[in-house]
């Protein structure tokens, strides 16, 4: 069983940053821990689907959606079996609820995590 709890969200204005936390604990069925297991975040604003924003493989190997390609940059510290999200220059079409996401396999930006948080909320201005 995999717990995530997000934090750190907040209201900005545009241009500002904000870093999110995702605190990790637990494994898979399967055995598999943080370390090993592909972690993302996604973020979803009340009128919109839920998208990818940023993923990191088994690998190590990171992936961006391109509206935040430049802006945002996801992390993992395992010795605190936290993920981080630093966003950089936020702009209004930013503003959504962002969730955390692990899954022991897939390690892309499609909606398909197995395991996700309560999410944290994130408003621009």
């Known amino acids: 069983h995999v717990q995530l709890v997000e934090s750190g969200g907040g209201s900005m204005q545009a241009g500002e940053s904000l870093k999110l936390s995702c605190a990790a604990s637990g494994g898979t069925t399967s055995g598999l821990t943080i370390r090993e297991v592909c972690m993302g975040w996604f973020r979803q604003a009340p009128d919109k689907e839920r998208e990818a924003v940023a993923v990191l493989d088994s690998d190590g190997i990171t992936k961006y959606s391109d509206s935040v390609k430049g802006r945002f940059i996801i992390s993992k510290h395992n010795a605190k079996n936290t993920l981080f999200l630093q966003m950089n220059s936020l702009k209004p079409e930013d503003t959504a609820m962002y969730y955390c996401?692990?899954?022991?396999?897939?390690?892309?930006?499609?909606?398909?995590?197995?395991?996700w948080g309560q999410g944290t909320q994130v408003t621009v201005s």
């Open positions: 996401a692990a899954d022991p396999s897939y390690g892309g930006l499609g909606d398909v995590y197995t395991y």
